[in-house]
């Protein structure tokens, strides 16, 4: 059962557009959600996170928009740029005694075009 | 700072053989460290929870006794991956807890495996 639902699978933007990738999940109990930036052969480097009490968070061209009662969420990309192709994972997580694992979407490979 | 290393990068082994697979935090110590397996475009799956100086926690459908993991220090845990087979060629990446802001994971670079 896939708990963490991403859409699309692949995004072609170009250079200066919005990029919107969007994430649903099933689990109420999940209570953080952070958006990650993997580049091919590297690691997930994290990019902003959300808690459900808030509506919108906003770091520079970054964006997510959290929608509690339609249980989505989604990363805005202002001003898109080439250096921002990459493969985006949205995930979500709950307090498990103490212990916060994450369930990944499967991922937006987001390509910006000059 | 939140720098997370992973050593080897990457690594060719014969099959039958056994890797170890190195995950340090580098300038923060880390009470839980999470071990994930990533096969070409696809999401990482967790495969085990490993605490400081307690047994880690496997999840459903990975053997135990084929990856062990140690997690000795607060800064250091390791992924052995035993009698390695072709089709444990994968990318193996570990992320490290911040102890006072245990919801964020700061994952390694990981480490590319390639069994022959």
């Known amino acids: 059962q896939q708990q963490v639902k991403q859409s699309p699978q692949s995004l072609i933007v170009q250079k200066g557009g919005i990029s919107i990738i969007n994430c649903a999940y099933e689990n109420t109990a999940f209570d953080y959600f952070p958006w990650y930036q993997q580049f091919p052969g590297k690691g997930p480097a994290l990019l902003i996170a959300?808690?459900?009490?808030?509506s919108e968070k906003k770091e520079g061209r970054f964006t997510i928009s959290f929608n509690k009662s339609a249980k989505q969420f989604s990363l805005h990309i202002m001003d898109s740029q080439p250096g921002d192709s990459a493969t985006y994972f949205c995930?979500?997580?709950?307090?498990?005694?103490?212990?916060?694992?994450?369930?990944f979407g499967k991922g937006t490979k987001l390509s910006v075009i000059p | 700072g939140a720098v997370v290393s992973q050593h080897p990068s990457w690594v060719i082994c014969k099959s039958g053989t056994s890797v170890k697979i190195e995950c340090r935090s580098l300038?923060?110590?880390?009470?839980?460290m999470f071990w994930y397996r990533q096969f070409p475009k696809q999401s990482l799956m967790l495969m085990a929870t490993s605490n400081e100086g307690s047994k880690a926690t496997y999840e459903q459908g990975v053997e135990k006794d084929k990856f062990l993991i140690n997690h000795a220090s607060l800064t250091l845990s390791t992924l052995t991956v035993t009698s390695a087979h072709p089709e444990d060629s994968s990318f193996y990446i570990c992320s490290a807890q911040l102890a006072g802001r245990q919801e964020t994971q700061y994952f390694g670079p990981g480490t590319r495996l390639l069994v022959l």
């Open positions: 995930a979500a997580s709950i307090n498990g005694a103490g212990s916060y694992q994450l369930t």
């Open positions: 300038d923060f110590q880390a009470t839980t």
């Open positions: 959300i808690r459900p009490d808030v």
